[in-house]
């Protein structure tokens, strides 16, 4: 954790705008048997919808405001309501708003909260449950992501604890969501390995609200998902007041039967359950799967275009056509509780252009599931398919529930130019909802609009979004606030738009109990008091409300509240009659109101599991330091901490800490924790983990009165590994901003914290040739100062031996312009994989000797590593061939050494139109291959082409 100060009074950094495309998807949609889905016909939910009778009008926006604008896009609009300012932010910036819409904090850089920090990607959300705002966004050093959150409830005045999680591969699109044990996020990460790989992951959220120093972080994989190409995944996301029980946090997708190996459309759902003392414990299973055999679902075409990016077409000739976001669940995926029943709310878009060779209309699929208890299986209570009027492409919608059971969904709109109605309708920000006793599918609000487009997307990439967001307003319970993006024709051509509305209608008599509040998790006595928060939701001011509290399911306790509420206001309430919590660890307490006339029952309860803990009980819950990674020493210190899980104060707790089952080492914590919380200890009993090496830790606690020696001991590795280190490689330009060695062409390099890590790019390299040339650039030249040297660690120890010096202490003279220089590999260079590190850096204060120490620290410069892979004679065929296999499978090969790692597959039919469009990854041959079914496909000619940019090969192949 590093802490941040408060944005108020602070020179805050300008927000730059960033060059080159912003955050490339990382592959395309996944693997598409063209012809093989379903519906063949017209989305058989279009008629409910069309057919649902006379709209409901006057629901008109009651405030619309900009956030921030941009020459780029997509601008990754974010944005979250909390009780008194509207926080938003695009891909390299944030802003602040208070309710009205006035500035508060204009649109300026993450670095003021991430410092130095602007990958982008932003997520914004309101943990309305603790009152905090928190920000996310991109991390390349390493590769993860950076979260943090609000000190405070005032994200002006309160300042902000940030973290930094490492996630291994890059994890794109990450998606964030809140759960009673964490912050859960997905990502587009380790396509077509998420069975096996860590693609959902899960941040300690107590830890971070309490701005612990470290904070754990558990990665899942999806087994069973079935899933070739990007992908988004959600993780439910709690709205409302009530927090649901720790566990049994649900992750989200669809399975389109138009993708290879996929037998029928169908919403796939996982459980994961997180054990925070013991990691390796946690789980990630298959829960349920609603599918169209099991009568669930109705069948969906979620493809558009085989697979690509390009899809809807803009109006005019002035933009090319635009990303539809396939392949996604949009943001966010929305879980409310009430009385009888959780309900969560998502959608994505869907394919509805039933024109031969044409995807050029969007319609949003949406769907409502429903748990009628915690623990039971879910179900789809309705789904959706919604289409806006005058035939136009409706897509990237975000869909919240409010607190009576409306749905407000925003979502964009764009006229499709050959289609003939809405011909001339740019991309504009609109949104529909429905009332909770509407007919079921159906979205029964007429069109209201937030923004109309006047212009195309000006910039030339096919990319739009990459979300919207939707959240209700934690004063009300009731008002939705959108934030998306359109385009205008003047200034910053991408703009992102605030749109508030209310899709409820008003209610006189409407009361409920929104919190618990007491008792807290405690030693409980046999007469523990009860106290809840009413609220009350209706427009007629209430008093003498009954009512109730019960425990375990148990007898109710009903009584009266004789105060008055007010419309839109809370009181608090404490019954007189207290409870016995004493049998038992877990006591559920559930209370409702019960006023005569209610007009909405479902949110009339709330209900909390309250934890009677044992009186003396104390933990370690995580290493503090040291931590994976390199640099760590001979006498390297152990930190831990120490939480206090019991119901009393606790001093002088007996620690201890064992390396690899050896000695343990004894000594005693001396301060007091309180109650339900941690504290760290660091031992003066230092380690030896100077060799590079993994280390299996045991730490714990004795306390001798200890009452629930389950969670005394815990065990964690720590690796050391290979050294990473850091520099200033921002303050000047110094290092390297572009490489350029055989196949491998890293140009734009962003600096981060001075190391990156870049062995995810395989250079190919022949011993058997004789000069090799590298060609970089730096961001700084003065005179002699900065140079450049290279290792190769050919005998693979982890250590960058003098004699694995392929180049050293090389001047790179001027700065910008590309340099280049020349060397061999040894004679005898071992064949295979290795390392390869190169440092560049300013020797005038770093000295050349510095620069020649791969693992010393550099003032002002930058240490990178990749992979290389040296061959001998090798002479690789770069012809594509097309190899018919029976059953109309068709293998797609091409060899090319010198070719990117990762080329673009596109299959044309005749016409033209783009049938399948994906990418594919070179293998350790420098071979590429694809296996393309055509089985579903109409006989005749088509084409298929393999390569990058303007620059590829092509075949012809029949389908019979």
Not at 282 to 310: H, K, Q, R, Y
Request: hydrophobic share 35%; charged share 20%; proline share 4%.
């Amino acid at each position: 954790m590093k802490e941040v100060g408060p944005l108020i009074g602070k020179k805050l950094i300008p927000e730059e705008l960033r060059d080159g495309e912003v955050n490339p998807k990382r592959t395309d949609a996944n693997k598409v048997v063209p012809g093989k889905g379903l519906p063949k016909q017209q989305d058989a939910l279009i008629a409910k919808q069309k057919n649902q009778g006379s709209f409901r009008n006057n629901k008109a926006p009651s405030l619309i405001f900009e956030t921030n604008s941009s020459t780029v896009s997509p601008s990754d609009p974010s944005g979250a309501i909390g009780p008194n300012h509207f926080v938003s932010a695009k891909n390299s910036a944030f802003a602040i708003h208070d309710r009205n819409g006035n500035v508060l904090v204009p649109s300026t850089s993450l670095a003021n909260i991430f410092p130095g920090e602007t990958l982008g990607d932003p997520i914004v959300f309101y943990d309305s449950f603790a009152d905090r705002f928190v920000i996310t966004q991109f991390s390349d050093t390493p590769n993860g992501f950076l979260v943090a959150v609000c000190r405070g409830s005032d994200p002006v005045n309160d300042g902000w604890f940030t973290y930094r999680f490492n996630t291994g591969s890059f994890p794109d699109y990450t998606k964030f969501s809140i759960w009673s044990d964490g912050y859960y996020v997905t990502a587009n990460k380790d396509q077509g390995q998420q069975m096996t790989s860590e693609v959902i992951f899960v941040i300690d959220r107590e830890q971070m609200l309490a701005g612990a120093n470290t904070t754990q972080m558990i990665g899942f994989p999806l087994p069973g998902a079935r899933i070739g190409g990007f992908y988004s995944p959600a993780s439910f996301n709690a709205i409302g007041n009530t927090l649901p029980p720790e566990g049994d946090a649900k992750i989200i997708y669809f399975q389109d039967d138009d993708w290879e190996g996929v037998s029928e459309d169908a919403l796939k759902l996982w459980t994961i359950n997180v054990d925070w003392v013991n990691p390796d414990q946690s789980t990630i299973t298959e829960a349920e799967e609603l599918t169209v055999s099991n009568g669930n679902i109705t069948p969906f075409d979620s493809t558009f275009d085989g697979g690509s990016f390009a899809n809807l077409p803009q109006p005019g000739t002035g933009g090319q056509d635009i990303d539809v976001l396939q392949g996604t669940v949009m943001y966010a995926t929305n879980y409310r509780r009430f009385c009888d029943f959780n309900s969560v709310v998502l959608n994505f878009p869907v394919d509805i252009d039933t024109r031969p060779d044409s995807d050029n209309i969007s319609a949003i699929r949406w769907y409502e599931l429903r748990q009628n208890g915690d623990g039971q299986p879910w179900s789809v209570f309705q789904e959706g398919t919604y289409t806006s009027p005058d035939g136009k492409s409706a897509w990237c919608g975000s869909m919240a529930m409010d607190v009576f059971g409306n749905i407000g969904m925003g979502y964009t709109t764009m006229g499709t130019v050959d289609n003939g109605a809405g011909r001339d309708s740019f991309a504009s920000i609109r949104y529909t909802g429905r009332l909770a006793d509407d007919p079921l599918g159906t979205m029964t609000f007429a069109e209201e609009t937030i923004a109309v487009g006047t212009d195309v997307d000006q910039t030339t990439r096919n990319r739009y979004g990459d979300y919207a967001q939707i959240t209700v307003d934690p004063r009300d319970d009731q008002t939705f606030w959108h934030i998306a993006e359109y385009f205008e024709n003047s200034g910053n051509n991408a703009r992102n738009i605030v749109g508030v509305f209310k899709i409820a209608e008003n209610v006189n008599n409407d009361v409920g109990v929104i919190r618990i509040d007491a008792p807290q998790d405690a030693t409980f006595s046999a007469a523990e008091i009860i106290t809840i928060t009413i609220k009350n939701f209706g427009a007629t001011t209430q008093s003498n409300i009954p009512v109730s509290y019960s425990i375990n399911g148990g007898a109710a306790v009903n009584e009266i509240f004789t105060g008055t509420i007010a419309p839109g206001q809370i009181a608090s309430f404490t019954f007189n009659t207290t409870a016995n919590l004493t049998s038992g660890r877990v006591s559920l307490i559930e209370a409702e109101t019960n006023l005569v006339g209610d007009v909405t029952p479902e949110n009339n309860c709330a209900n909390r599991e309250a934890n009677n803990l044992f009186l003396n009980d104390v933990g370690v819950i995580s290493l503090v330091s040291p931590v994976s990674g390199g640099g760590i020493s001979s006498a390297e210190t152990i930190t831990v901490l120490i939480r206090n899980y019991g119901g009393s104060v606790q001093s002088n707790i007996p620690v201890f800490y064992a390396i690899d089952g050896g000695e343990v080492i004894s000594e005693t914590f001396t301060g007091s924790i309180p109650v339900g919380e941690s504290a760290e200890y660091t031992f003066t009993t230092t380690a030896d983990l100077s060799a590079f090496d993994s280390y299996n830790f045991q730490i714990g606690t004795e306390l001798t009165s200890d009452q629930d020696t389950a969670n005394d001991i815990i065990s964690r590795v720590v690796v050391h590994q290979l050294c990473a280190p850091t520099s200033d490689c921002l303050r000047f330009g110094d290092g390297l901003s572009s490489f350029v060695l055989s196949n491998i062409s890293n140009r734009d390099i962003q600096c981060g914290n001075g190391y990156e890590d870049f062995t995810d790019l395989v250079i190919n390299l022949d011993r058997s040739l004789g000069v090799y040339s590298l060609t970089v650039q730096a961001g700084f030249a003065e005179g002699d100062a900065e140079q450049l040297s290279l290792w190769i660690d050919l005998d693979d120890d982890a250590v960058f031996e003098d004699e694995e010096l392929i180049i050293s202490n090389e001047v790179i003279s001027q700065e910008n312009v590309d340099q280049t220089f020349l060397f061999s590999l040894p004679g005898d260079a071992p064949l295979g994989t290795h390392i390869l590190r190169v440092r560049a850096g300013d020797t005038n204060t770093n000295s050349g000797a510095r620069l020649n120490d791969p693992c010393g620290s550099m003032q002002f410069g930058t240490t990178h590593d990749y992979t290389v892979e040296i061959g001998e004679n090798t002479n690789p065929n770069s012809d594509l061939t097309v190899l018919s296999q029976p059953n109309n499978q068709f293998l797609i090969t091409m060899s090319d050494s010198n070719a990117d790692d990762r080329l673009r597959l596109s299959i044309y039919s005749i016409t033209g139109k783009t049938i399948v469009s994906n990418f594919v990854d070179k293998d350790a041959n420098s071979r590429f291959t694809y296996l393309l079914d055509m089985s579903f496909a109409s006989t005749g000619i088509y084409f298929v082409r393999l390569g990058s940019g303007k620059t590829g090969k092509s075949a012809k192949f029949s389908v019979n």
